[in-house]
């Protein structure tokens, strides 16, 4: 699998017989999150799927690509752009983390006093 972005390309499978598999996550204007996951029925389009989970949950992807962002907006001079974004996902990393009570000790660790 490539790991570049192709950047300002509206990759569709009907537009290309090289793209095997795709996975498209979008935003709208209130904020929600969507994705699409489509494939070729073929044994490539069904290792392409498998490759780009892989690569997103066990091969650091979104690092990868979170990086590619960084240097992208160096080069375009959007560094504020980019510093507005980290602190955002620091927001939402700390509002998950506050909604959540951690366990200090889990209960069948607990002594009876």
């Given at each position: 699998m490539n790991e570049q972005s192709?950047?300002?390309q509206d990759l569709s499978l009907n537009d290309s017989k090289e793209?095997?598999?795709k996975l498209v996550i979008s935003v709208d204007n209130a904020g929600s999150i969507s994705y699409n996951?489509?494939?070729e029925p073929t044994e490539e389009g069904l290792i392409g799927v498998a490759s780009?989970?892989?690569k997103l949950l066990l091969d650091?992807?979104?690092i990868k690509i979170f990086?590619?962002?960084k240097s992208q907006c160096v080069l375009n001079n959007a560094e504020t752009d980019f510093a507005a974004?980290?602190?955002m996902m620091q927001q939402y990393s700390i509002l998950n983390h506050k909604d959540s009570e951690e366990v200090v000790v889990p209960p069948d660790k607990m002594v009876n006093l």
């Open positions: 192709s950047n300002n793209i095997a598999s996951c489509d494939w780009i989970l892989y650091d992807l979104a990086e590619e962002i974004i980290e602190s």
